[in-house]
């Protein structure tokens, strides 16, 4: 009796678990909004869900008293397989008339606090960005330009909202933004003392922009330094943000608290 009662056991758990693991990956992305909406800001509306838990799409807006910004369409498609590693993994890939950008999500399931993001690679321009900054403080007259994004690793700190980790480089291209003219210029970020350091590089064929930007949660830090073949090559808006050390040298050293 008890040989017959055992196959029954393993052969009715494991029904029970290929009915779950159906219905799970049944559930329409309606329900992931429902979960979604009671976790994310009243101003990101997320909309037009289409697809199931497991892979599907969402059209994302950001919804201010004073205008609508359209997001564009996220897709995600979850890695099931990841759950057997204590994962949640899914690859994300965005996208909009305007630029794009893929990556991959993980989040430890016995650790929800650390996000890690991987193979973060996209192009946005920078109009675009900046226009998603608070009305009052967008840059007068506008920015163009473009920012290519290729960050191998950045682990986030959920609770904190700051990185723990991050490789990668982020390019410039075709800046300008009130009159600051910037051809070139390509940003490697790093972790130091639990600080993010972008050290800078870049400039014109007749002069070269290089140095490092340092932040954490309460403090920023700039040290730039600008050198240019003549003191006719040097870049007109020197001499507003810089201090000029030599006819062909100036440089930028600031710091302070950011504003709460």
Known sequence: MRQGIMPMVKWGGLTVLLTIFSLTYHLPAGWVAQQVALSIPKQLQLTMWQGRVWQGAVDVTWQTPLEKIDLGQLRWDFNPWALLGMQAETALQWSHSQGGAHTTVAVNILD??????????????????????????????????????????????????????????????????????????????????????????????AW?????????????????????????????????????????????????????
Request: charged share 20%.
């Open 112 to 205: 929800k606090d650390l996000i890690l993001i991987s193979n973060l690679e996209g192009r946005l321009p920078l109009a675009f960005a900046a226009g998603l900054l608070p009305v009052g403080k967008r840059l007068g007259g506008g920015v163009e330009g473009t920012v290519d994004m290729d960050i191998d690793t950045l682990e986030w700190n959920a609770v904190n909202g700051f990185p723990q980790a991050i490789k990668g480089e982020l390019a410039l291209s075709g800046v300008n933004a009130m009159g600051i003219e910037l051809p070139q210029l390509k940003l490697v970020p790093s972790m130091q003392n639990q600080q993010v350091v972008v050290a800078l590089d870049g400039g014109a064929k």
């Open 208 to 260: 070269r922009l290089n140095g490092e930007v340092r932040f954490d949660q309460q403090h920023h830090q700039a040290n730039l330094t600008i050198k240019a073949d003549s003191a006719e090559a040097m870049p007109a808006w020197t001499d507003l943000l810089m201090r000029k050390t030599s006819p062909i040298e100036a440089v930028l050293r600031q710091q302070g608290k950011w504003l709460k």
